[in-house]
């Protein structure tokens, strides 16, 4: 499965920005996605999880009630809406994806190239 994500960019403090991922061969529907993000000096973080069907999702505690993920089968696509954003929430950020549903990087066999989000203040 190929990743390629999207939607990056600089914003202010308090703003919204939308991340998309295009995935393409293998079976997409099968398949846990996953964002991440990679700030400088720190290990890359989960940040929100989708499962399969799109019914369950699970967020890191600091993004809860900004962030939404979430999936089109129909069209291959994960989603990343961030809003409210804050100046931490600068990352490079990644979509992922895993056959097993997990919060660990290591569990994540496909990715995209990664997407630079940056909150100014």
């Known amino acids: 499965v190929q990743l390629q994500a999207s939607g990056g960019g600089l914003v202010q403090t308090g703003g919204s920005l939308g991340l998309s991922c295009a995935a393409s061969?293998?079976?997409?529907?099968?398949?846990?996605f996953a964002w991440f993000r990679h700030i400088p000096g720190l290990e890359r973080e989960c940040v929100a999880v989708?499962?399969?069907?799109?019914?369950?999702?699970y967020y890191k505690d600091s993004v809860k009630g900004r962030f939404t993920i979430s999936r089109d089968n129909a069209k291959n696509m994960v989603y990343l809406q961030m809003n409210s954003l804050k100046p931490e929430d600068t990352a490079v950020y990644f979509c992922?994806?895993?056959?097993?549903?997990?919060?660990?990087?290591?569990?994540?066999?496909?990715w995209g190239q990664g997407t630079q989000v940056t909150v100014s203040s």
């Open positions: 992922a994806g895993s056959r097993f549903y997990s919060h660990n990087d290591l569990t994540y066999d496909y």
């Open positions: 061969g293998g079976t997409f529907s099968s398949l846990i």
């Open positions: 989708v499962n399969s069907d799109g019914t369950y999702t």
